[in-house]
Each structure stands twice: as C-alpha cells, then as structure tokens.
C-alpha cells in the first residue's frame, strides 16, 4: 500500500527500465497528483486501484497490465506508452484519455470517455458504461475490437485506414475517418444509430445485426457505401447523404 501526501508531481521508475512493475496493493498517491510510472512492463496481482490527478504508464519492453487482469485507475486523465505491447485499463468511472502509444491493443473501460492528446493504437477496443468522444485528436487507429456500449454513442476520428476485428455494439456510431477506407463489414454489429460519417474518397462498408432497425441522426459522406443488414429494415432517408456509388 502506497500513500504519498507530499510534492504534487511524482516520478517513479527509470525512463529506460525493464523490469516489470506489479500493483499488489492500493496506490493512493491523492486526487491532486501527477504520477508517471516507468517500467519494462506491468502487471497486477489483483483489483489494486491506483489514484491520482493524471497518470502516466510507460512500459518500455512490454505491457500494461493484461486481459484478464487489466491496471485498475481513479484517476482524472490517463496516458501510456507501450510500443512492444497492450495497454489494459479500468476504471469504475470515466476519465479523460492523454497521449496514447500502443503498438498492440488500447483496452479502456469506464465511464464516459473524451480525449485531450493523440491515440495510436493497433486496436483500440472499448467497454464502458457512457458515450465515448474520441473525435478531438489526429488519431492513428488500425482496427477497431470489440466495442461494448450498448445505448452509448461512439464518436470517433481517425487518419488512416480502419477494420474491425470484433463487434461493435453501440447506440450511435459518429466516424470522420479521413483516409484509407472504413471497413465494419467483417463482423455482424449491433449499430442503432448512423451519425454524421466522413469517408470522404473512401469506402464505408458495414455490416449489420438483423435485430436493430438501422437509421441516421448525420450525413453520410462516402465515395463508396457497402451495407449488409438482415431481416430489418434500414432508413438513411432523412439526411442529405454525399455517396458516388452504392
């Protein structure tokens, strides 16, 4: 157990260290503190919460905790490096997201999410409990995995060419993807609601549960549109859509 009532900012670690670091108890370092960890990789032994003001994890070799076992946080924003490997975090509310470097999968669950820096992510995959808001940094995703948020809204941006690697289960899907195509055709997601999408140039394929009736609250822009849906019907006749071909 750690607790730390003194300076305000708190580095722990080397910035080029190995060695793995384990949470195996309650890090309290205060809701006013700065704290960046830096370690070869981490791991946790447990639900072991780690509590500050902003937090940063930079894992130089590995990665940040795991999938059955993800590093627990209270925190108000939240960065990591971990350019070999994931990034796994969890926490009971939302939290805002800071600068993210992740060569494998970015695994955030919470609340409500929003970004102030820059995501890069080979797959980012979500599960939380609000709307998330990623569509305020050049961010830099490859695949999308699984995304659970049932009635939530997913607003997205991104600059490079995007697939899915699970399903995404969402209550509003908001895209402005500006390069390389948008492919959601490879699994069967459960979509209620298509937002404003910018593939402008691009390809939007996706492809959709038969138990949603899917519509539009935005304006679809595409050079392309690829749609599966099964059984239910489909409405994208309430806004002016921009689409070449069908």
Do not use: C, E
Not at 25 to 47: E, I, P
Not at 207 to 232: C, E, F, M, Y
């Amino acid at each position: 157990t750690l607790r730390n009532a003194g300076a305000t900012s708190i580095v722990f670690g080397q910035s080029g260290g190995t060695g793995t670091l384990t949470v195996s108890g309650t890090a309290n370092f205060g809701t006013n503190k700065t704290v960046t960890l830096n370690a070869g990789a981490f791991t946790d032994s447990g639900t072991n919460l780690i509590t500050a003001k902003n937090l940063t994890l930079n894992a130089n070799t590995g990665s940040v905790g795991s999938n059955g076992n993800p590093i627990d946080i209270a925190v108000t924003k939240v960065a990591a490096t971990a350019t070999g490997g994931s990034a796994y975090l969890n926490s009971s509310s939302g939290f805002d997201v800071g600068a993210m470097d992740v060569s494998g999968t970015l695994s955030l669950a919470g609340g409500a999410l929003t970004q102030s820096s820059t995501i890069k992510a080979g797959t980012l995959a979500l599960a939380t409990s609000g709307d998330v808001d990623f569509s305020s940094g050049s961010n830099q995703i490859t695949h999308v995995g699984a995304i659970s948020m049932g009635s939530k809204d997913l607003n997205l941006k991104n600059t490079n060419a995007l697939d899915q690697t699970g399903i995404i289960d969402v209550g509003t899907l908001t895209l402005n993807n500006t390069a390389g195509g948008v492919n959601f055709g490879s699994q069967l997601n459960t979509i209620g609601d298509i937002g404003t999408i910018n593939a402008s140039g691009q390809t939007f394929n996706l492809k959709n549960s038969g138990n949603w009736n899917l519509t539009q609250s935005g304006v679809i822009t595409a050079d392309s549109l690829v749609l599966t849906s099964t059984n239910n019907s489909v409405d994208f006749s309430t806004s002016t859509n921009q689409i070449k071909s069908l």
